[in-house]
């Protein structure tokens, strides 16, 4: 059974920093194209950050220079670092697995609320 477990978020002030993961069990982790998605009401889930299995980064203009994204395949888990937040960085954030070579292979975990106000 695939399970992806998010866990980092809260509530933090504009300027600071939060650190997410995504734990990663019943997949080939090493395989998978991971990244992270968010998505506010009324909104469509936009995906925010990117890492291939062999490393390539990408990442959506808005957070370019403030988050980072990182996988440690040792431990099953992608990470997002996120600097410099703003309140528009408030969302519920999902992190996604997918295999490119399998489409049906495609995973997300449940979310963690990211809240970023004084």
């Known amino acids: 059974q695939v399970q992806l477990v998010e866990s980092g978020g809260g509530l933090v002030q504009p300027g600071g920093s939060l650190r997410l993961s995504c734990a990663a069990s019943?997949?080939?982790?090493?395989?998978?194209?991971m990244g992270w998605y968010r998505q506010t009401p009324g909104k469509q889930r936009e995906l925010v950050a990117s890492?291939?299995?062999?490393?390539?980064?990408g990442y959506t203009e808005p957070v370019k220079g403030r988050f980072t994204i990182s996988r440690d395949n040792a431990k099953n888990t992608v990470y997002l670092q996120m600097n410099s937040l703003k309140p528009e960085d408030t969302a519920v954030y999902y992190c996604?697995?997918?295999?490119?070579?399998?489409?049906?292979?495609?995973?997300w975990g449940k979310g963690t609320q990211v809240t970023v106000s004084l």
């Open positions: 890492v291939s299995s062999g490393g390539t980064k």
């Open positions: 996604n697995a997918k295999d490119l070579a399998i489409l049906s292979k495609n995973y």
């Open positions: 019943g997949i080939i982790f090493s395989s998978y194209f």
